[in-house]
């Protein structure tokens, strides 16, 4: 599904236990990171559309292809490094989805008549982690100039940012949904949409 065939107001709803499973996950990557290796963590999301909601029912995770896939080293040589500077030269930087694996997750949503809606990725607490040279720039739940780009070129119409923090030994979350980019106006803003997580406590009558 593309963006394009969606109102522009559409709210996201994401089932707890969708989240809770990026989550696990997520964390534990955080666990492995160290400041000169910014491991990713990503997912697809998959769900149902219509014309007002998009409703995520799962992820579905895969192999990450940035440094085998042909087309991925390409693009990072060629467009990414240029664009958006030398630190994602680094090979632990970045996401590409096995090709193989999103086939898979495609082919097993289909069968289960839902779709890839779009994606989830961690930002972790960088500036607080990171090399001393990079603790300048601070993540968030919101874009950066690279997932500006990268929502724009794959064109899905949700992208989920997991912001991760650590405050001692407890790990916090923020999380914010986006539209990519108009095709006809790829440097504007993402747009922020309105997002929902199930509450499974019981509500009377």
Do not use: K
């Not at 607080?128 to 064109?155: A, C, K, W, Y």
């Amino acid at each position: 599904m593309r963006a394009s065939h969606l109102g522009e107001c559409c709210t996201v709803l994401v089932e707890d236990q969708a989240l809770d499973e990026f989550l696990e996950v997520a964390v534990g990557e955080y666990q492995r990171i160290t400041s000169e290796s910014p491991l990713p963590c990503f997912a697809l999301l998959v769900g149902s559309a219509d014309q007002a909601t998009l409703t995520v029912e799962r992820v579905a995770f895969g192999r990450n292809a940035r440094t085998t896939d042909p087309a991925a080293r390409r693009e990072f040589t060629e467009s990414i490094v240029p664009l958006f500077g030398p630190a994602y030269e680094n090979e632990t930087r970045g996401w590409w989805i096995d090709s193989h694996d999103l086939l898979r997750a495609s082919r097993e949503a289909e069968a289960d008549g839902l779709e890839i809606l779009g994606s989830v990725h961690m930002h972790p607490d960088w500036h607080r982690i990171g090399p001393p040279e990079e603790r300048q720039l601070i993540l968030s739940e919101r874009p950066t100039p690279m997932d500006q780009h990268v929502f724009g070129n794959t064109g899905w119409p949700v992208n989920l940012i997991c912001y991760l923090e650590r405050r001692g030994d407890v790990m916090y979350h923020a999380l914010a949904a986006w539209a990519p980019p108009p095709p006809e106006s790829p440097h504007l803003p993402c747009t922020e949409l309105p997002l929902r997580i199930r509450t499974r406590a019981v509500v009377g009558v």
